[in-house]
């Protein structure tokens, strides 16, 4: 279920704001399949600081669109 969260959240936010897409290979716990050291915790975590990411980039563009 964790991936098709992280699945669901990284498609939003390549779909609507591709430039941080382009930044997520720089977040810690960019989904790593060979690494067996990576608990369930891990991907929690993650899953939500993509949430996180996503509803401040979301806020910005409004602001942005917004202002104009």
């Known amino acids: 279920i964790l991936l098709l969260e992280i699945l669901d959240v990284t498609t939003k936010i390549q779909e609507e704001i591709p430039e941080l897409y382009t930044l997520l ?18 991907y929690q975590q993650y899953v939500e600081s993509l949430e996180l990411q996503l509803k ?3 806020k910005i563009e409004f602001k942005n669109n917004n202002t104009h």
């Open 25 to 42: 290979e720089e977040t810690p716990l960019f989904l790593n399949y060979q690494n067996s050291e990576i608990e369930p915790i891990n």
């Open 56 to 58: 401040d980039f979301q």
